[in-house]
C-alpha cells in the first residue's frame, strides 16, 4: 500500500512525457524548455537573443537556440510567427537589430557556404527554361552553365540519384510536379556539401505521395552524422521520424525540446490552439 509519507519522496512526473494529466499547466509567457542539446556539443548554428523589427513591428524578440553538428531540428510556428524572418537572419538576408547569428563559429555572410538552402516551391520561376542537371550546376558555379564539364555532370548525377531523381536531370523545370521539383533542389542544395540544411516547408503543395517521398528522404538525410538541418513545417506529425528537436517560434522560442516532449504538453497545444494554428500538431496541412 502507498502511504502519504511514500507518495511524498517520490519523484515528480517528467514534464510532457507522462500523460497530459499529469502535466501542471504553465503561464503562457514561460516558455517550454525540454530536453536541450548536450552543452558541450559543437555548434553549427547558434543564434543568440536575435531581435528584429519591421518598422514599429517586433517580429523576432530575443530569440535564442542552437543546433549542433548533425542534428535535425523542427522549426514550427503559426503565420507570421517570424519564422521566415529568422531563415532570412540564418541565410545573412536580414541584419537582425540586436544579437547574433554564428554559422560554424562564423559570420551569417562567412558561413553562407556552409549552408544548402530548399526554397519554397513557389519562389522558383517555374517558366524559366532550364533542366535539373543545370540548376544544380549553376548553383555550385554561381553562375549560369555554358558547357557542363564531365566533374560537375558526375557530382550533379550523384546527387540526384541520392533524391530519387535521376531520371530527371535533362527534364524541362517547369514540366515537374511538385514533389519532382522538391527533389532536385534537394539534390542541389547538397551538392554544395553543406553542413546545414535549410528546407523551407519542403513537403507545401506535395501531393501525399510525393509528401512520402521527400519525408523518406529527410529521414535518410537525419541519420546522417555529418549534416544538419533546419525544417520549417506547419505538420509536425509529418516528420516524426526526422526531427530529433522541435523550436516552437512565435515571435520568440515559446518551446524548444524533443519532439515527443512538445507533441505531448498539454500547455503547447493549448498554445498552439489559441494561436489559430489548427494544423500544427495536426496529421496534416502545411
Ligand atoms: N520585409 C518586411 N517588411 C515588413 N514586415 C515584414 C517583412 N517581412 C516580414 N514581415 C512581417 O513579419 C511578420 C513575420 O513574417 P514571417 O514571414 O517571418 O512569418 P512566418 O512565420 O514565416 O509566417 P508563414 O507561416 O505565414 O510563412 C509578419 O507579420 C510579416 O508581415
Ligand atoms: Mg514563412
Partial sequence: MTTSADAKSMPPPSRGLGPASRVPRRPADVPFMGTLPP???PRVLEVANVTKKFGDKLVLDDVTFHVP????????????AGKSTLLKAILGLVTPDKGSVRIAGLSAREG???????????????????????VIVANLRGRWPLRITNAERELAMAMLEKT??????????????????????LARALATKPELLILDEPTAGVDVGGRAAIVDLMAEI???????????THNLQAVARCAER????????????????????????AIQIASGDHHALAMDGD
Fill in 112 to 134: 553562407r557556404s556552409k549552408i544548402g538552402y530548399v526554397p519554397q516551391r513557389k519562389a522558383f520561376d517555374r517558366d524559366f527554361p532550364a533542366s535539373p542537371l543545370e
Fill in 246 to 269: 522541435v523550436v516552437y517560434l512565435e515571435r520568440t522560442v515559446r518551446a524548444w525540446g524533443l519532439w515527443s516532449e512538445l507533441s505531448a504538453d498539454q500547455d503547447l497545444s
Fill in 39 to 41: 552543452d558541450d556539443a
Fill in 69 to 80: 553538428v548533425g542534428e535535425f531540428l523542427c522549426l514550427c510556428g503559426p503565420n507570421g
Fill in 164 to 185: 530519387g531523381a535521376t531520371s530527371l536531370a535533362n527534364a524541362q523545370m517547369r514540366d515537374l510536379s511538385g514533389g519532382e521539383t522538391q527533389r532536385v533542389f
Fill in 222 to 232: 537525419s541519420g546522417s552524422a555529418s549534416i544538419a538541418a533546419i525544417l520549417v
